[in-house]
């Protein structure tokens, strides 16, 4: 992009190319991530669009882009545009002969930045404890019920998310027990629980404690 703009405008200022960071492109497990790029210039005076849109196509071809040419109304606006693709990522040129602007998009292939999570094996928080046994419970506490001392959230696996089927593929959603905080909803994350603190209801998962 950074060529076309230079051979394509005047007066190119650089600053002006928005870079995008990674994008969700594909919802899929594993999710995969593009990146854009966005800059706005001006043709020479006295060249047309036609003549840059010609120039652009040829720069893409030698560089072994595969380049296709279409027009584009917008709001009356009639636009040359290039497109350009290889190995998953595209550019696209926009001139018109009604200005001298030329407008610049690009994106990157949509790509998996990193493995799966495998559910139950996240790293602990920093700052937190580690997941309970009943050896390390504090005196004064049990280990949680909802969890059994993990503190990682149990409907997810402490991923934050859940897959569901849509078609043929599986897509991530947000986890409605946790809301994507990955802690146990009951004890937070710390995988024990105060029993001063533990209502009725929470007594009755621990037969062994004395009733008051």
């Known amino acids: 992009m950074v060529v076309l703009i230079t ?13 995008d960071g990674p994008k969700v492109a594909d919802g899929r497990d594993p999710s995969r991530y593009h990146c854009s790029a966005v800059y706005q210039g001006d043709r020479p005076a006295g060249v047309t669009a036609a003549g840059t849109a010609d120039r652009a196509g040829s720069l893409l ?9 279409s027009q584009e109304d917008d709001d009356g606006l009639l636009w040359t545009v290039v497109l350009a693709q290889r190995d998953g990522c595209t ?12 407008a610049f998009r690009g994106q990157t292939a949509a790509l998996v930045l990193r493995p799966p999570e495998p559910a139950g094996q996240r790293e602990p ?5 580690p997941e309970r046994r009943p050896e390390t419970v504090t005196p004064g506490y049990v280990l949680c019920y909802e ?46 629980l105060a029993i001063s603190l533990l209502s009725t209801y929470q007594r009755g998962y621990y037969p062994d404690l004395e009733q008051d």
Do not use: K, M, N, Y
């Not at 849509?166 to 990955?182: I, K, N, P």
């Open 7 to 19: 051979d394509l405008t005047v007066r190119v200022h650089l600053r002006r190319l928005v870079l």
């Open 147 to 192: 969890c059994d001392g993990d503190g990682r959230c149990p409907g997810c696996g402490g991923r934050g998310w859940v897959l569901r089927t849509a078609g043929r593929s599986d897509l991530r959603r947000r986890c409605a027990e946790c809301a994507t905080t990955r802690f146990c909803p009951i004890c937070r994350g710390a995988g024990q």
């Open 61 to 69: 071809r030698a560089a072994g882009w595969e380049v296709a040419v």
């Open 125 to 129: 928080e920093p700052g937190r404890e």
């Open 91 to 102: 550019i696209r040129v926009l001139t018109s002969e009604d200005t001298r602007a030329v």
